[in-house]
């Protein structure tokens, strides 16, 4: 463990652990090298991932350094067993965020999230080192640890960890901490790190509190709280072991408090090695959130759609001109990209960047999505409340007025905006459920004049974003690009999957967006400098509609091609390159786990 190694781990190499709060990830080796408290989307505390030599970290690993590890999360939970073999005897490592299903300690572990590391032995004895060099706001602060009423805090800036251990930890810099402890069959060392705003942590009254309180794991009421959550799924053939791993992921990436739904846990884990497209992705897509909790629906798990209605009504005001296409896990509107210059990024791939410009773009998509959680909420036999259908009314009329403009679509595309074929049929979509839903629940609003619009929009892309000489729908108006973002054209409705100018256009994509049986997103200049890999929740949005087309073999082909791209715990990056078979992106991606299990409960 050489924090002057520049042997950034393959992406594959990591775990995800959270607690729908907050998330890390812990690398084979034993490294917590990304972790950001409070909030998913706050500061990292632990950020090796994006500076190797000053970014942090929190590592439990054995002395013997031929030690093996072999890793797998513990079942229907997001708590992670690592099981270290040595020379002299075998060791577990349980690590997670501590859980309750109980509503008093909800909302401790909401504003106080608790990481957990265990270590266990097993057989023999096994030795075991300890490294904590907490870093706070991107490695940035160097925080200030002493030891104070039997307890270390690290306090920096706005930050301040409280941590407990069995084993005594030496202080060494002032920010650094080291210990070592054994443990034969039977017997445990218990390792804890509390966040608390640093206001707490001077006052003598809580610190000798926290201090005085269990040293308890929590592992069992953490099991029970993901099992409890998992056991709503609804089991199927279709529910396989990936499936489920999926769901979990999804629900890890909550914000429990706020009703958000997470993109990823990560910022700027690069689209390729040493690219520019490198991102930040710890914030609330409204499209991406409204893919989840269908997915989620589909499964049986209700809650998660009531509370993502609930925080984009508020986020936006409800009202449809403040509609932004994502958000911060608090609802906070402005998301002001920066790079941050100190830090060399993940295999030196800069620049590295917080926040996200793409908040303040047009994308017309949202519309349409916004929409269609709603129609699948009166699907499933639930009425619109009034106050609900006057932001959605909004919406609709707010889609009549955008659908002919330009805009950045679901691409997020940072050159002028394009006339998008996705985007309007979801404008589309946003009026045919305007419609539905006012005719179905007898509401009010302009029916007749959003029907013509709707019909207007048909027409348009029918007449412009089809390609009559090859028979194919295309990325947008004036060129002749594809862009896998079409695979989706049926899920709104606005054509069949079995149409044979959906039909012609599947197999086009397939032919010019493939590499290595996998999909680029499109074939289409985007203004961006350097390459990127195959973005894979194409390839099971192909997995998907070739299901539904009736082509069951192939559809399974490319779902088997797709889901060989998951590490060995069932986790799935951003992209991909298959040449050099490395994950890309940041990761865990909600977009491909939600895309994985739409395709396979496609194939049945």
């Known amino acids: 463990m050489d924090p002057t190694a520049h042997a950034y781990p393959p992406i594959a190499d990591y775990a995800l652990i959270g607690n729908c709060q907050c998330a890390a990830l812990v690398s084979r080796s034993g490294s917590i090298d990304w972790c950001c408290m409070p909030r998913i989307d706050a500061d990292s505390c632990f950020g090796r991932l994006l500076d190797w030599r000053i970014g942090g970290h929190c590592a439990v690993f054995p002395s013997d350094p031929d030690a093996q590890a072999s890793r797998r999360y513990l079942p229907h939970t997001m708590v992670l067993e690592t099981h270290w073999r040595t020379k002299d005897g075998e060791a577990l490592v349980l690590d997670y965020f501590a859980m309750s299903t109980r509503d008093e300690d909800l909302r401790r572990q909401q504003d106080h999230p608790r990481l957990v590391r265990v270590i266990r032995g097993i057989a023999g004895r096994c030795a075991m080192r300890i490294e904590i060099l907490p870093r706070f706001d991107y490695g940035a602060i ?37 210990g070592e402890c054994s443990v034969s069959a039977g017997e445990e060392c218990l ?31 953490t099991c029970d709280a993901w099992q409890a959550w998992q056991a709503q799924i609804r089991m ?51 499209r991406d959130s409204v893919f989840t909790v269908r997915a989620l629906y589909e499964l049986g798990c209700h809650r998660e ?10 986020s936006s005001a409800g009202s449809a001109e403040e509609l932004q296409i994502m958000y911060a896990v608090d609802g906070k509107r402005r998301l002001t990209e920066v790079e941050l210059g100190h830090l060399e990024g993940y295999a030196r791939s800069r620049p590295v960047r917080v926040g996200n410009l793409a908040a303040e773009q047009k994308q017309g998509d949202v519309y349409g999505e916004v929409m269609e959680l709603a129609w699948e909420w009166h699907s499933r036999g639930r009425p619109i409340a009034p106050h609900y259908w006057n ?8 889609a009549c007025r955008q659908w002919q403009q330009p805009d950045s679509g679901i691409w997020e595309l940072r050159g002028p905006p394009r006339h998008l074929v996705h985007s309007k049929v979801m404008c589309w979509g946003a009026l045919d459920r305007a419609v539905r839903l006012a005719t179905e629940q007898s509401l009010p609003g302009p029916v007749e004049e959003w029907g013509r619009e709707r019909d207007r929009i048909r027409a348009d892309v029918e007449k412009n974003g089809y390609d009559s000489k090859r028979g194919v729908f295309l990325q947008c108006y004036g060129k002749p690009w594809l862009d896998a973002a079409l695979l989706l054209l049926p899920r709104i409705g606005f054509v069949a999957h079995d149409d044979p100018r959906m039909v012609r256009t599947v197999d086009a994509i397939r032919h010019e ?18 390459s990127e890999g195959v973005f894979l929740p194409c390839t099971f949005w192909l997995a998907a509609c070739l299901a539904r087309q009736g082509r069951k073999d192939e559809a399974w082909a490319a779902y088997r091609r797709a889901s060989a791209c998951a590490n060995k715990l069932g986790l799935f990056s951003e992209e991909y390159d298959p040449e050099g078979k490395r994950m890309l992106g940041n990761f865990p991606q909600a977009l491909t786990h939600v895309s994985q299990i739409m395709a396979r409960l496609a194939l049945g």
């Open 142 to 178: 160097t925080p200030h640890v002493a030891e104070r009423c039997g307890m270390l805090t690290a306090i920096g800036s706005n930050v301040g960890l409280a941590i407990r251990c069995d084993a005594p930890l030496k202080i060494a810099h002032r920010s650094d901490l080291y």
């Open 191 to 221: 390792l804890s790190i509390e966040y608390h705003p640093p206001e707490d942590l001077d006052d003598a009254a809580m610190l000798a509190a926290l201090a005085e309180g269990p040293h308890e794991s929590c592992l069992q009421t």
């Open 236 to 286: 199927s053939p279709a529910c396989d072991e990936q499936t489920q791993r999926s769901a979990l992921v999804l629900k890890s990436l909550g914000c429990e408090r706020t009703g958000a739904i997470a993109a990823a846990p990560t910022t700027s884990l690069p689209e390729w090695p040493g690219g520019e497209r490198n991102w930040d992705y710890r914030y609330s897509w409204v």
């Open 305 to 314: 759609a009531d509370r993502f209605l609930g925080f984009i009504t508020r």
């Open 391 to 398: 932001f959605l009314a909004d919406v609709a009329n707010t």
């Open 513 to 530: 967006l493939d590499r290595n049986g996998l999909l680029l997103r499109y074939n289409a200049p985007d203004n961006l400098p350097g």
